[in-house]
């Protein structure tokens, strides 16, 4: 099985390049910067784009970035918390300034993938393309290959990477 991380720029002119990235992703990492409430305001709207281009079976996992400046925390933390159960998205607390909390959203949102991997009943088991796969993708039975594109739209300073996969052979 192949893991593949894609990380697109963040800046909204390049926005409109999403698509490439995420439309046969499997898993996506949203990450705002907890200093930033703009940078959640974001995160919201890609859950809402990915929701609605991507549809339900694609795992999402938040990580609210940056807790090494904790004191400086302008998103509630419990806002974001019920914010992402109500989209049934997993939260992580991270800093990448200190490799904290990324190992298990990482692993988390890997694991989330496979298991609908495997739900979809991907005939070959985990890794396999996408059941019924976006864009004629999927691979019944092929070579065991999990996608995972890296992508963060707009929430600068350290505000949303995110984390796509697709079981597609290849971004675009
Ligand atoms: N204190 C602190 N700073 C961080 C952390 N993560 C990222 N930064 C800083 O935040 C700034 C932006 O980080 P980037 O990784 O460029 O953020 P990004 O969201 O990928 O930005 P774009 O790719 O431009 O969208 C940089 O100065 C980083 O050093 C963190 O966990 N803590
Ligand atoms: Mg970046």
Redesign the pocket.
């Known amino acids: 099985m192949q893991l593949s991380l894609w ?1 697109t ?2 800046q909204e002119r390049f926005h409109a390049l999403g698509p490439i990235y995420y439309r046969d992703a499997d898993g996506a990492l949203l990450v705002y910067d907890i200093t930033d409430e703009q940078s959640f305001a974001k995160v919201k709207n890609w859950v809402r784009e990915l929701r609605k281009i991507v549809g339900n079976d694609i795992a999402i996992t938040i990580a609210g970035n940056k807790i090494d400046l904790e004191k400086s925390r302008h998103v509630k933390e419990k806002e974001a918390l019920a914010y992402a159960e109500s989209v049934g998205a997993t939260h992580y607390h991270t800093s990448a300034k200190l490799n904290k909390g990324l190992d298990d959203a990482f692993v988390e949102l890997s694991t989330k993938m496979m298991k609908n991997k495997a739900s979809a009943g991907g005939g070959a088991g985990l890794g396999a393309g996408r059941a019924g796969g976006r864009g004629g993708r999927s691979r019944p039975g092929g070579a065991k290959k999990l996608q995972l594109v890296d992508d ?1 739209p707009g929430a600068g300073g350290g505000g949303g ?1 995110g984390a796509k996969a697709s079981g597609g052979g290849g971004c675009c």
């Open positions: 990380d720029a963040g963060m990477a």
